[in-house]
């Protein structure tokens, strides 16, 4: 019994060992946020802004490079301030001039508990560098929100190129190319809004 409680103690003492060489998670030296950079005008209704899905790899925090062969690698000293989906998504609504000059129709987060007729879901399929290239790429639908229709769906795409190979021009570059991601979502929205609303000849 002695023998066991020993080599129970040594073990406990050689796992606090080995924890306390394991080296502390780095802070990243800068943080950044994807914005809209452009507001549309002529939302005619209320519109719920869905968070887009993504694989968990492009959905977090880090930023990823995509390698020649395929495999993706976090850039070490930059991170997003959040979750990279939910910052999409808070870029798309503030690209919708909502409530602005008279606006009837405004761009609303799901949690508000508002039943918006019509809502914009998206697919978040590429968001990484390739090199110094920044990509973009989002499947968007616009669904109603009773009868789950489909009015539309598109594909959209966004580049930027970053002024060097350092993370903080990358980073910068994959901040654009999602802002005008964001923003061609909203106007994909208010277009196919405006669409449907034209009467028929």
């Not at 394991?22 to 950079?37: F, K, N, T, V």
């Not at 007729?117 to 669904?143: D, H, W």
């Not at 190979?165 to 929205?189: E, I, K, V, Y």
Request: with cysteine.
């Amino acid at each position: 019994m002695r023998l066991q409680v020993i080599t129970l103690i040594a073990a406990g003492l050689a796992l606090s060992a080995c924890v306390s060489v394991l080296p502390e998670p780095s802070a990243p030296d800068a943080l950044y946020r994807i914005e809209a950079g452009q507001d549309y005008a002529g939302l005619t209704q209320n519109v719920t802004i869905r968070e887009p899905e993504a694989p968990r790899l492009l959905a977090g925090q880090g930023l990823g490079s995509e390698a020649s062969d395929g495999a993706l690698r976090l850039i070490p000293g930059v991170e997003w301030s959040g979750s990279a989906t939910r910052q999409l998504q808070l870029a798309m609504i503030d690209s919708f001039a909502s409530g602005a000059g008279g606006e009837p129709g405004h761009a609303l987060l799901p949690e508000l508990g508002v039943i918006a007729p019509v809502e914009l879901a998206s697919q978040l399929k590429v968001f990484n560098l390739r090199g110094e290239t920044a990509i973009c790429e989002m499947t968007v639908s616009l669904v109603t929100s009773g009868k789950r229709d489909l009015l539309a769906r598109t594909e959209i795409s966004a580049r930027a190129v970053a002024d060097s190979r350092s993370g903080r021009d990358r980073a910068q570059a994959l901040r654009l190319a999602g802002s005008d991601c964001a923003a061609q979502a909203a106007r994909f929205a208010i277009e196919t809004l405006e669409a449907a609303e034209e009467p028929a000849d």
